[in-house]
């Protein structure tokens, strides 16, 4: 497989659409060298969002310091014909040497409002494209569901079963990584917990269970080597397994220190209830419920409304491929060439012309309102851009641990107006306005551009 | 970022679910080292697949071919604790023994029909479980999509621009590669067509626009390194865009090449039809008309019944993150251990125990129907799963090429019943029943494990 030689997609300048290398060509070929400004936002919220957990930062940043074209790469390049030579050259050296603002991860965004600005030479800037845009979307994808399921849970136990339904292995990771970052307590995927430090939990199978002579022989066999697991009770019938821990707990005595049991299957509500009274009766009160099997925020939210006795969520699918919004429109749009604001009227896809700055205003400890302007506008507000690389370089802003950005996840959560933490679509959403400056460029940008949208050439 | 170091994750034996090394210990601990069987498939079709294409074995045996943990994934195991010494031991020298059968890529399959059949000591089978899910669902929900667009675009061009808003760098890679194995044409992921030899295509983007004085200056800045490349024309108006390719024409003579536009927004079907008027009387009927923004296999449908005079499609978010089933319900279950068929009964999990064939007939030309049978009863049909690896080593059967796994697909869409290829949920879909044999073995293990069901405990 070509694809585990080398370099890996993350990291290769090849991983990116053909596009980009052929205006990069054009560009180089034309000295289009100047400074770009390119706005990665996203136009419209999913319909049932009232918020978007920014992420994905930390991988773009580590991308843009090391992005480089290898040998290799060059070689391949070059026995695929069509670019030229003088171009072929070009990315002998190519590194990027741009700067980056953006919002830190964790952040809540809205409708337009940038995400990450690319300031670079025009070539490099366009190159990034398709790398950034495939992070900072499944990131926030991703970190804004489990924002809804941590927020749905309501400070129970949310732990990351998603590997196996994520959309591949680099999905799986980013699953486990911004589920923590978004408040979830811990993975299921060892690698994960590896790559990013972040706390790994495990129960058991049923095939464990399947494979044993009896259930109850399972169970005694695995907490022999885990005594402090957590046992699933559903293969065949969850109160008789439930039944089956309680008859352990007796024989074991002193030795039994089982700290939950898993459900997977069933009514969970009405098993987690009967279970917890079973549990009770027999005075093994310390002993947790789990829960997982399709689990989404909008179930956790109804297992909780009716009181279910449960301690902690095993989510999977739905928090792994963010079922009811496994898209959001992000694009990365270039909004400033050689000191110049652009923009384009393609229908329905308007942009805001020029380099932009989010402030946002807050009142009682909520955030407010937000406004969209040019970057060079003074405001009350708070700046949401700030920068975390010069000159190619990641300063020490775009240096953010995982627990911090998980720190800062929190307090966004919090100052988040409560309704709209809602599940569901709100009306009135969070207030998004555009500054009167920034109004202005582009009532007066649209003017210059109208004369590409009569049929006349432009004069050069 | 430690995960830009060491294994890459679709490599590494570290690249599972906790449990299943907790189950590991557990097994070895207990001399549970007989042969298992598990069988990937998955229960119900999403509500509007008629068939689901299987796809990711390539992966999944190469995976397994060079599965083993290293030193430092070792060593890191071992200061997560948790784990016995005589376990950390045993991992030393791991790897998959296994035998491995399963249906080429490629194959229509349908409910409850085995895809892939791992045969191996239990604690290697079970360890590989979540790279295996991983994989066979993530490209079988690609292929799947790519398999219906493709299907939609009766024969037109099909190309993947999907990157951005796939799933996370892997993603990205299998949606050109699935999307390839099921028919389309190209991806413009230059990293994945130099990874699975695949071609890339290129068109340009509106930032090249933009970044110029003009449309006009900038189109024909592009052909001056690509002569024969696809203009886009929807930057500030598709018409007048499509004006100024004409005046390019006109301007150039002799060497205009410009193979195709691209348009990007607005009603494609009446641009298109309006953009080949246009072209078609200035002479350029060689100029085809390529469409893409926010496509989907039921926009092409539509396009394509209204006339519009489209050549090619660029499709991207749906079909990189199959946005109306992103995911499919497959499990990998254990159904048999040491010779004898296993189940569960959670509740609506039921499980058709032993290890299972899958027989196909065919009738007129088109397949007819499947039977799920027990794996060693005779049938007139023709058997799905084959034997695509031994001892952990891969069979010719398990060395299938792209271009001929995609000639399978091709023939397999050839054989499918016309009605099944409808983009809606077919009502009576494609039949497959249950053999007898298979039905008794299923009856009678659900009599043996009545036991677990009661209250009292098993002998054991």
Same mark, same amino acid.
């Given at each position: 497989m070509a694809e585990q030689q080398g370099n890996m997609p993350h990291q290769s /300048? =090849?991983? @990116?659409? =053909?596009y980009q290398l052929r205006m990069m060509q054009s560009y180089y070929a034309e000295e289009m060298n100047a400074v770009a400004v390119f706005e990665l936002f996203f136009r419209k919220l999913p319909s049932n969002r009232n918020f978007v957990m920014a992420a994905g930062l930390d991988n773009v940043l580590s991308y843009l310091e090391h992005l480089h074209f290898t040998d290799e790469e060059q070689d391949w390049l070059k026995q695929q014909g069509g670019f030229s030579q003088q171009f072929l050259r070009q990315l002998q050296d190519f590194n990027f040497t741009g700067d980056v603002f953006a919002v830190p991860e964790g952040t809540l965004v809205f409708e337009n409002e940038p995400v990450v600005q690319v300031i670079a030479p025009l070539p490099e800037a366009q190159l990034v494209e398709t790398y950034l845009l495939n992070q900072i979307h499944l990131q926030s994808v991703l970190a804004t569901k489990a924002a809804r399921v941590v927020s749905a849970a309501r400070g129970h136990k949310v732990v990351d079963f998603g590997s196996r339904r994520a959309h591949g292995t680099d999905a799986a990771l980013k699953v486990a990584r911004t589920s923590y970052l978004a408040g /979830?307590? /811990? @993975? !299921?995927n060892v690698f994960a917990g590896r790559a990013y430090d972040i706390p790994v939990v495990g129960t058991m199978a049923h095939s464990f269970i399947q494979a044993h002579p009896s259930e109850y022989a399972a169970l005694r066999a695995f907490i022999q080597e885990f005594p402090d697991t957590t046992l699933l009770v559903d293969t065949y019938d969850t109160l008789a397994g439930v039944r089956k821990v309680i008859a352990l707990a007796e024989a074991l005595g002193q030795d039994f220190k089982v700290e939950a049991v898993r459900l997977d299957s069933g009514d969970l509500g009405k098993l987690a209830k009967e279970s917890r009274r079973l549990f009770d009766e027999a005075g093994l009160n310390q002993v947790r419920i789990v829960a997982s099997s399709g689990l989404d925020e909008y179930k956790i939210q109804a297992l909780l409304k009716e009181g279910a006795p449960i301690d902690g969520f095993g989510v999977g699918t739905q928090l792994a491929v963010s079922g009811d919004a496994p898209e959001i429109d992000f694009s990365y749009k270039l909004v400033e060439y050689a000191s110049r604001p652009r923009m384009k009227l393609s229908s329905s896809k308007e942009l805001l012309p020029g380099r932009k700055q989010v402030f946002r205003f807050f009142e009682a400890d909520r955030m407010k309102r937000d406004v969209i302007a040019c970057f060079e506008e003074n405001s009350d507000g708070k700046p949401l851009l700030e920068q975390v690389m010069s000159q190619g370089k990641r300063l020490e802003q775009g240096r953010v641990s995982l627990e911090n950005a998980r720190e800062h996840a929190r307090q966004q959560m919090a100052l988040l107006p409560p309704e709209l933490h809602a599940l569901q679509r709100v009306k009135l959403g969070y207030p998004v306005a555009v500054s009167n400056s920034l109004r202005q460029t582009n009532e007066q940008l649209q003017r210059e551009l109208a004369?590409? =949208? !009569?049929p006349r050439l432009s004069a050069s």
């Open positions: /300048a =090849l991983f @990116t659409d =053909l /979830a307590n /811990a @993975t !299921s004369v590409e =949208l !009569s």
